[in-house]
């Protein structure tokens, strides 16, 4: 019987894996061309699988309108998804493809409602809707990957892009749709101002975002986020500013257009501009004055904007004879069809306004309320000085609000105008400015004074004991030349070959490709993030089972060259998550 048995197992086996003899024809017989069988000469060999792709990471960026997605190594997110009321519609509403639909009047906003369909979220988390926050997530990452990035969740890493300030309850909506609905298998948290330090090709910088409700400006020191501000002075009070000019210059009221900042707008007044209308004109025709003391033509303004170039201004919306010919139609397609014709300098009114509080004094003003410049400002005096010269040299300006022509190059030369004023002291004010005047004036006078009282040593016919008295008390020790260490100096050359001098000391600005490109860049590169977080130790616990130590210590951390298994063979206990600077 055993004999048997092991002779039928062996023709069970043959018969699975056919020999070179049943790949030949018999001879004498037809047939019709077809595959032959595969070969496999040994139990471990596989059919050519030698080739291993490397698992795809999906990269996406949250803001308060827009989510970038796209897979990490590209240089730009696939796709950039905002969320309206037209896709917040029922499945089986399709009324927005029928003919005509966007002729037919719509519903009026008030005061109130304006423009909150559009967002994603908004900081008064006590009007908000967290279920109706994750369902915007979830049907706006559902298209993500049914149309633009055609892969499956349940497989891919994920790196989120987001905001440092992002408050405990939107964070725990966000990582809970994802993990819930979306069945992803683990997440990494990466901060947007030090991935838009990363994609600048930098390891410090100050980033100033500045984005739809709130402008933060965030200092980063060697990857390290050391000081934070913001101020609501963003995109949306932009926004708002465009709307009321055009709605007053819709009621013909003349000569609003110069004075609707003074004036606030009553909450249930109804508005006949739409929000799609006012920030498409603020996008196109939005511009800001690259100095206060400019007063280049309109007619090369204009030009400028064609060519998409900083544009230089006026620095009044008074039209002289030059500025009466130039004046850009706008159509108000949301209350008659009728275009309404406005000079081209009245444009640049709003950003004033909103973005640089040109039309208040800043002591008057909220720490919450602060002007771009003077928050930039007083975010460098507060930095140590050899972070703050680092800093100061690398001013990474981006958000939506960077797109505005001009903004960037105003905002630096403030900057660059109030350090060279005030220098870095944190006292400001009339009698701080009499102080340095005062001191000005008398380093200058000394320094006058100093080259009559360095008398030449053949002058000079007394005992030799007596000449450093004698020169010490004529010189102040400012003036005195510096005597130089030759060790010192010994080791500043040895320092300049290992590391090269760096640029600081000066104000200077610095482009970059975004908070999405640095995080596509890290993640390409298979850099561990700080915050990293599973599937099911979230699910277990929430942001609750997060530690609360800022960093992970790198010895609880420290895996094994073999890999995970042999440190969990060992009995080890796999270390928490963090929340890093979220927490």
């Known amino acids: 019987m055993a004999a048997t048995s092991g002779s039928s197992d062996h023709k069970h086996a043959s018969a699975v894996r056919p020999g070179i003899s049943n790949l030949q024809q018999p001879t004498g017989t037809s047939s019709s061309p077809h595959t032959p069988s595969r070969a496999i000469s040994s139990t471990f060999s596989s059919p050519a699988y030698g080739y291993r792709s490397e698992p795809e990471i999906l990269v996406f960026e949250f803001g308060a309108r827009y989510i970038r997605a796209g897979i990490a190594g590209e240089s730009a997110p696939r796709c950039k998804l905002g ?90 909506s966000l990582i809970s749709c994802l993990f819930n609905n979306c069945q992803m298998p683990s997440i990494t948290m990466l901060p947007s101002p030090t991935m838009a330090v990363v994609s ?169 309320e602060q002007p771009i410049p003077h928050l930039l400002y007083k975010a460098l005096l507060s930095l140590p000085p050899d972070v703050r010269g680092l800093c100061m040299a690398r001013i990474i300006i981006t958000g939506g609000g960077s797109e505005i022509p001009g903004l960037k190059s105003r905002i630096v030369n403030e900057l660059s105008t109030m350090v060279r004023k005030r220098g870095w002291d944190p006292v400001c004010g009339k009698a701080a400015d009499k102080y340095r005047h005062t001191k000005a004036e008398n380093a200058r006078n000394q ?61 200077r600005g610095v482009e970059t490709l975004g908070a999405w490109a640095g995080a596509s860049l890290v993640a390409g ?12 130790a979230f699910l277990q616990h929430g942001l609750a089972g997060a530690k609360r130590e800022m960093e992970v210590s790198v010895a609880q951390t420290r895996q094994s060259s073999f890999g995970q298994g042999l440190q969990r063979g060992g009995g080890a206990e796999k270390a928490g998550w963090t929340l890093g600077v979220w927490a």
Not at 228 to 255: P, Y
Not at 488 to 494: A, G, I, M, Q
Request: proline letters at 5%; hydrophobic letters at 35%.
């Open 447 to 507: 320094s006058i004074a100093a080259p009559k009282l360095n008398m030449p040593l053949e002058s000079i016919e007394e005992d030799p004991g007596d000449l450093a008295t004698k020169t010490s008390s004529l010189a102040p020790a400012a003036f005195e030349p510096q005597v130089s260490d030759p060790i010192e100096e010994k080791l500043r050359r040895r320092g300049l070959k290992v590391d090269p001098a760096t640029y600081s000391g000066v104000v």
């Open 525 to 536: 590169m298979k850099i561990k993030g700080v915050v990293e977080i599973e599937r099911d």
């Open 200 to 368: 600048a090709g930098l390891r410090s910088a100050v980033v100033v975002d500045i984005g739809w409700h709130e402008t933060n400006i965030t200092a980063v020191y060697e990857y390290r986020e050391i000081s934070q501000r913001k101020t609501t002075r963003a995109m949306s009070l932009v926004t708002d500013h465009m709307k009321r000019m055009l709605q007053n210059v819709f009621d013909d009221t003349e000569n609003e257009h110069t004075r609707y900042v003074a004036e606030e707008a009553a909450l249930d007044r109804t508005i006949d501009v739409e929000f799609s209308h006012a920030e498409e004109v603020t996008a196109r025709l939005a511009w800001c004055r690259t100095s206060k003391d400019d007063t280049g033509g309109i007619e090369e303004r204009l030009e400028s904007v064609k060519l998409g170039h900083q544009i230089p201004d006026k620095n009044s919306l008074s039209t002289s004879k030059a500025d009466q010919g130039s004046v850009v139609s706008v159509p108000l397609l949301s209350s008659s069809s009728k275009p309404v014709q406005l000079p081209f300098s009245a444009f640049q009114q709003p950003v004033e306004a909103a973005l640089l509080a040109s039309d208040a004094a800043v002591y008057v003003l909220d720490d919450e």
């Open 83 to 172: 969320f309206g009321p037209e896709q917040a519609r029922r499945v089986g509403d399709y009324r927005q493809w029928l003919p005509g639909y966007e002729s037919r009047p719509k519903k009026k906003e008030t005061g109130r409602t304006w423009g909150k369909g559009h967002e994603l979220w908004h900081l008064d988390l006590r009007e908000m809707d967290l279920g109706l926050f994750e369902d915007k997530i979830e049907r706006l990452v559902r298209d993500i990957y049914t149309r633009y990035l055609l892969l499956d969740a349940k497989t891919k890493r994920v790196v989120l892009v987001l905001p440092s300030l992002l408050p405990h309850p939107l964070l725990s």
